[in-house]
Nanobody, 127 residues
Framework: QVQLVESGGGSVQVGGSLTLSCTAT????????VAWFRQRPGKEREGVAN????????YADAVMGRFSISTVIDEKNILYLNMHNLSPGDTGVYYC????????????????????WGQGTQVTVSS
């Protein structure tokens, strides 16, 4: 089955920016729901952003206006998460997930909805 690999994490100061990448071993962006989640220290995993096979995107309130999803034409296996104006509250492990081999366009932020996950990439924001 498909595998997902996140990259691009690291340490950044408050107000800084990072771009994370989610690379799949096959084209998934125009087929299935794909989402970014994060798990902050001491917190449950939570949805950050998602995109459906038609390119519609959805963002959690906590990141609205600061984070955005992007893709590159003809690269249907890579999803980017562009993060700006980062704060210490954004520190955590960021995961990519997909609802593999499941058709549909309603992509939520329920962890159980997604059946394939990457290993995560650490993002640390310091003041």
């Amino acid at each position: 089955q498909v595998q997902l690999v996140e990259s691009g994490g690291g340490s950044v100061q408050v107000g800084g920016s990072l771009t994370l990448s989610c690379t799949a071993t096959e084209n998934i962006l125009d087929k299935y729901c794909v989402a970014w989640f994060r798990q902050r220290p001491g917190k449950e995993r939570e949805g950050v952003a998602n995109t459906n096979p038609y390119g519609a995107t959805n963002y959690a309130d906590a990141v609205m206006g600061r984070f955005s999803i992007s893709t590159v034409i003809d690269e249907k296996n890579i999803l980017y998460l562009n993060m700006h104006n980062l704060s210490p509250g954004d520190t955590g492990v960021y995961y990519c997930a997909t609802k593999y081999r499941a058709q549909g366009y309603m992509c939520g932020f329920t962890t159980g909805f997604y059946n394939v996950w990457g290993q995560g990439t650490q993002v640390t924001v310091s003041s």
